[in-house]
């Protein structure tokens, strides 16, 4: 981590810190189903299910330019580099919650609108949204006094 990048997350814990707000989801790491502390007392929840934007194919995002990008930055992130039509990153989405959810794992993700209504007027979120519906889910402020009472 660059020296200038250590100082933006300081300073983006202490301005949430002064906020009240002492959880976030920063950052994807695919294996990761924990909370971690900073040293503003922040709690960090990665996002551990492909993201979207970085990995589907919309609006400007076709198949070439992501090719130049990739080429040109040498992208990837804990998924790996690809791109996929909506449809296939949906099942992907749909099979990494199952997974997690059998190995009773907590899963956390993060969608954009804009990309799901350029991609497909939010057909496949829909269908990501209805299996999460009838799913447990739990609000991340009860996740840090959970980690709290165990710590």
Partial sequence: ???????????TGGVLSSLGIDICSDGVVKNNFYLQEDANGIYNLPINIIPDHEH???????PEWIEKWQKRYNWSDDFGPDSYYIDEWAELVLKQLKENEAKKKLSVMIIHPITMYLADNFKAVKKILDYIGTRQSVFMSDLTTQERIES
């Fill in 1 to 11: 981590m660059s020296e200038n990048t250590t100082k933006y997350i300081f300073v």
């Fill in 56 to 62: 589907i194919i919309h609006a400007e995002r076709t």
